[in-house]
């Protein structure tokens, strides 16, 4: 608990205070401006508690998950017993490492490839020109 009280964690709470405060005061306002005739102020009527909420929420959040790792912290695991001589270390299961797995090089002899690379090249070549105006484009709708 004490770990909330820190100048960091201070800021945080008054930050979240302040903006609780803020929207729903602005949901006040625009609540006045409802009933005085202003028949869009009422989206913004309900708008702003919203906010409000969602600030709660993510406050509420961040507190939980500073609880629980303080307590990981705290709770430090006893080390594994040595194994006896002669027999194997027991077997810890661990979760696996995703590997982000690279995707296929593209083969070197691809005609449509060097074809779309020229094709950009003369784009990069000529800023003023019109994808039509490339002289390289063969339409297959012309006979």
Do not use: I
């Given at each position: 608990?004490?770990?909330?009280?820190?100048?960091?964690w201070i800021a945080r709470h008054v930050v979240a205070?302040?903006?609780?405060?803020?929207f729903l005061g602005l949901g006040w306002w625009q609540?006045?401006?409802?009933?005085?005739?202003?028949?869009?102020?009422?989206?913004y009527t309900f708008e702003?508690?919203?906010?409000a909420l969602f600030v709660v929420f993510l406050w509420?959040?961040?507190?939980q998950q500073e609880l629980r790792s303080g307590r990981a912290r705290q709770e430090t695991p006893e080390p594994a017993p040595e194994p006896e001589?002669?027999?194997s270390a027991p077997v810890t299961v661990r979760r696996p490492v995703r590997v982000q797995s690279s995707s296929p090089a593209a083969p070197a002899d691809d005609p449509e490839l060097d074809a779309y690379n020229d094709y950009l090249a003369w784009l990069n070549a000529h800023p003023g020109a019109r994808p039509g105006d490339y002289p390289g484009r063969q339409?297959?709708?012309k006979q």
């Open positions: 608990m004490r770990a909330l009280w820190t100048p960091a205070l302040v903006l609780v405060a803020g609540f006045s401006r409802a009933t005085g005739g202003n028949t869009l102020s009422w989206g702003w508690p919203v906010f509420f959040r961040e507190v001589p002669g027999t339409s297959s709708t």
